[in-house]
């Protein structure tokens, strides 16, 4: 749901009529504020892109309440067509509707995560309840709702393709768990629900951003650096140099930033700060705190849940996705933890034992974990992630990524130039197929900054779909906070960030190959995660590596010795991994199972749901709650959804594997079962389509190192 003219021309004459100057001279001024609003004509740019740098913070505002004012009067005719509802008739214009609208969001949500700045948050604080308000009108018009019953309950009348009965069958369920079944009140009560929590997530993320952007180590004395590798260390000074603080170094709680400084730091007091700060963002009882706003969110959860009918907020959204129910995600985290725990335990003895060892005197804390872990992997695998950064050169492992997709589906990909980009550090690629017709555009925007929130993510500013008849292809935007260069070194990623970039790459492939015909997509959100976490695989096939993992000083390709290393030390340290992601998901279904009425203490509710689990003291919960944006942003109840994808992906590489990683027919059926359709067919019967039978968890488990 989500005119323009020559100006007129004329000599002034005393014989036109005063109020026709009036006139005219109002439409005028009219016409050219239109016009300085990109939103409101044709972009008229290469492929469709927005005009970024025309659009200005006060352009938002206008644009989104004419897209309200222009969806309102769609929906309207829909609603007041004296004739029998048919899918052309209702569903095929409400997919269609809110055009405007839906072009200013694109671009509004996409700055709001990568260049957000005060005016824009000061905009998505004032337009979130209203926004919330007008898509309750539409899911809650009973009017609506009735015609799309008729559709839905007559769909065997209207000749419709297999995208159009899934579209239509997940469209009228939704409406119902909505709340379009409710009675007038009980709908004044839901939207009231609806516009508190918008108002509250939108003030979740800004302290989340405010207090990322916040902490700091500033480090004066040289002796402090002890450990650091000599690109740790040139990183820390080109951040004290971008804070005026030339001279020093410093360190941020960006994970770019902190997570080297925690694995070379001699220093134990320094990291204890710096993953101190980290991990108690939003939690200060300041202006910043998140705690009272997460427990206000939990309770409408709850409430909204109930008055849907649900017995708690995980059973309302489980419902459309593959687990289906709280009990069976919560039945995979369970085996997965089982596996998990016993794994982490005894990495924490092996670090325990070399503290000791080297006269340490200290029990191993969570700020010490990745110091420990660096010293495992050199003495068990003799690996040190220093002598690896230096094969992954940013661009190098983007051209592996490239390589890696025209291997398997034939694209290809051209640098745009003289193109409107959403960030200047950002990149633009013309994607095209095999034949060279034009599949679709992307953006890849790498580097952390105080404007962009942290993590990882894909999005698009245009969707595949079919308009009148017309091919309109994907514009897609990969979005990462990996490590900057700094002075003549360039950007040397570590194994984590080739993986996330392999990771937000298959998003983005899933998104250019769609074939999604409308608007409107229902992917089941356990499911979305499977062709970003299969393209993972690749990264660190040795075919793939001696492609694109070249020494950025010499051009050597990675040594056979080194590609073994980091494979025999692939499932090092899968106990921790595992655990903090595991803890951090069964966190989120605790709260998202909680039966209204709900009253918590987060700070209490969280310390004593993760005590309950067997969770070890020296590894924290990949998310605490203050900090949790997963479940704030759209992963609510749904963290769990990585581990889901996970088994989807492990099994569904094993038929790459048994048939060759570059596998033509493979690729293709992938393509066509997986890509194409996501979002518009059943999941688990693409699934079946491409894999031919239901997905197994044993491949999970033994690429993780977690089975006997």
Not at 339 to 357: G, R, S, Y
Request: overall charge negative; aromatic content about 12%.
């Amino acid at each position: 749901m989500w005119p323009e003219s020559n100006p007129i021309k004329m000599k002034k004459s005393l014989f036109i009529p005063l109020v026709l100057l009036v006139m005219m001279t109002t439409q005028c001024t009219e016409k050219e504020k239109g016009e300085k609003n990109p939103f409101f004509g044709e972009y008229n740019t290469p492929f469709n892109i927005p005009p970024f740098e025309k659009i200005k913070p006060e352009d938002y505002i206008p644009a989104m309440e004419k897209g309200m004012e222009e969806q309102n009067k769609e929906i309207a005719a829909i609603v007041n067509n004296p004739d029998d509802p048919t899918w052309d008739n209702t569903m095929k214009p409400l997919d269609a509707s809110g055009e405007l609208l839906r072009k200013v969001l694109r671009v509004f949500h996409n700055q709001i995560s990568a260049n957000t700045n005060n005016e824009l948050q000061k905009i998505q604080m004032e337009m979130s309840p209203r926004l919330s308000a007008h898509f309750d009108e539409i899911s809650l018009n009973p009017k609506l709702f009735e015609r799309i019953k008729s559709v839905y309950e007559n769909q065997d009348k209207f000749n419709l393709t297999d995208e159009e009965k899934y579209l239509l069958e997940n469209h009228y369920k939704e409406l119902v768990r909505n709340g379009a079944d409710l009675t007038p009140e009980k709908k004044e009560e839901l939207k009231a629900i609806n516009q508190k929590l918008s108002k509250l997530e939108v003030k979740f993320n800004q302290n989340l951003l405010a207090e990322t952007n916040k902490y700091k180590i500033v480090i004066d004395n040289k002796k402090d650096l002890e450990g650091l590798p000599e690109s740790v260390i040139a990183a820390g000074a080109s951040e004290a140099k971008a804070d005026n603080l030339e001279g020093k170094w410093v360190y941020t709680v960006q994970r770019p930033s902190m997570y080297p400084f925690l694995t070379y730091a001699k220093n134990r007091d320094l990291r204890k700060k710096l993953y101190m700060y980290y991990i108690n963002r939003a939690n200060h009882n300041d202006k910043y705190d998140n705690k009272e706003i997460v427990a206000e969110i939990v309770s409408l959860r709850a409430d909204k849940a109930k008055l849907l009918g649900y017995k708690s907020h995980a059973a309302l959204t489980l419902e459309p996705r593959m687990a289906k129910t709280p009990e069976k995600a919560y039945d995979l985290l369970n085996k997965v933890w089982a596996a998990a725990l016993p794994v982490a335990k005894k990495e924490a003895a092996m670090m325990q034992d070399i503290i000791d060892k080297e006269g340490g005197n200290f029990k191993l804390q969570p700020w010490d974990w990745w110091y420990y872990a660096e010293k495992i992997r050199k003495a068990k695998y003799n690996l040190d992630e220093g002598e690896i950064r230096p094969y992954f050169e940013l661009s190098n492992v983007r051209d592996g990524v490239f390589w890696t997709a025209n291997k398997l589906y034939g694209i290809t990909f051209t640098k745009l130039n003289n193109v409107p980009l959403p960030h200047p550090d950002a990149e633009a690629y013309e994607v095209k197929e095999a034949d060279g017709s034009h599949l679709g555009v992307l953006f890849m925007d790498f580097f952390p900054r105080g404007s962009k929130r942290g993590g990882a993510w894909c999005d698009s500013y245009q969707e595949h779909r079919i308009v009148n008849g017309k091919e309109e292809m994907p514009i897609v935007t990969i979005v990462t906070n990996v490590t900057k260069p700094t002075g003549d070194t360039p950007s040397l990623l570590s194994l984590d960030e080739v993986e996330t970039i392999f990771h937000e790459f298959g998003h983005g492939l899933d998104a250019l190959f769609s074939k999604a015909s409308y608007n409107t997509t229902y992917i089941a959100w356990d499911f979305v995660e499977l062709p970003s976490q299969i393209d993972e695989h690749w990264a660190m096939q040795p075919e793939v590596l001696h492609h694109y993992a070249k020494n950025y000083k010499t051009g050597e390709i990675i040594p056979d010795t080194l590609v073994k290393k980091m494979d025999e030390a692939s499932k090092f340290n899968q106990g921790f991994a595992n655990v903090e992601y595991l803890a951090a998901a069964m966190l989120d279904l605790a709260y998202h199972t909680l039966e209204a009425p709900v009253n918590i203490d987060v700070a209490e509710f969280e310390g004593d749901y993760l005590g309950s689990t067997g969770l070890i003291p020296e590894i924290v919960s990949r998310y605490r709650t203050t900090y949790f944006a997963h479940i704030i942003g759209g992963y609510d109840a749904g963290y769990y959804s990585y581990i889901w994808a996970a088994v989807l992906d492990n099994d569904a590489f094993e038929a790459f594997k048994e048939n060759g990683i570059f596998d033509q027919k493979t690729a293709e059926s992938f393509r066509k079962n997986i890509l194409e359709k996501n979002g518009i067919e059943d999941p688990m019967k693409m699934y079946i389509d491409f894999r031919g039978r239901e997905p197994r968890i044993d491949p999970l488990l033994k690429n993780r190192g977690l089975m006997n």
